[in-house]
């Protein structure tokens, strides 16, 4: 029983197929799983930008990092101006509603030509991943020195820092810019900030 060539290569088919379907079905449930912890208003303020209406064509993590790169240099903070998401906010926004795989995401946090397509999926990790899971998530980044150059337009000038140093913020500081980050409990905090010290 299954020794002939045809009756393994059939099985081996069939193997994959139930593979893939089961990889489909974790990516869907965990999709629809995902919560986008921010405030109803910015979520809104997102959903009705026209920028954000243009990326709902884009459909696959291929076409989503040269968007990234071409429009969303605008500014790394959540707002453009007073009331409308910036380009970058609206990339990470769109990285949450598309269906994607850890590994297509790690093609976004390891994307090797720009520091700002990082940037994207690592806000993206910060607002979707529980508080407790984000040292795993960050961890192996902490000390990374890639170089990351950007324009604080509340501030008025150009920031020099690194990958790693925009990663502690993104665990210590409770806004990014002026834009509340999800709530971190003060136990997983704590644990935290001495995993930083030490």
């Known amino acids: 029983q299954g020794s002939c060539k045809f009756c393994q290569r059939y099985t081996a088919a069939r193997q994959r197929a139930e593979n893939t379907a089961r990889q489909q079905a ?3 449930s965990s999709s629809t799983k995902r ?6 208003m910015l979520k809104e303020q997102v959903l009705k930008s026209s920028y954000y209406k243009s990326l709902v064509n884009i459909t696959n993590m291929e076409d989503l990092v ?18 409308e998401p910036s380009c970058f906010m609206c990339c990470v926004y769109r990285l949450f509603t598309l269906a994607h795989t850890d590994e297509e995401l790690r093609l976004v946090i390891d994307n090797p030509d720009s520091s700002l397509v990082r940037c994207v999926g690592f806000l993206f ?9 984000l040292w795993e998530k960050f961890q ?14 509340f501030a008025g000038k150009e920031v020099v820092t690194t990958i ?6 993104l665990l210590l500081k409770e806004k990014y810019f002026s834009t509340p980050l999800p709530r971190i409990p003060a136990a997983v905090r704590r644990k935290l900030e001495e995993r930083l010290l030490t």
């Open 26 to 28: 974790d990516l869907m």
């Open 66 to 83: 040269p968007e990234i790169q071409q429009y969303a240099a605008d500014t790394m903070d959540v707002y453009r101006s007073s009331m």
């Open 125 to 133: 990790i910060r607002y979707v991943v529980p508080p407790e899971q």
């Open 164 to 169: 790693g140093e925009y990663i502690e913020g």
């Open 35 to 40: 919560t986008f912890n921010c405030s109803p």
């Open 140 to 153: 192996e980044f902490l000390l990374d020195d890639a170089r990351l150059v950007y324009r604080d337009n």
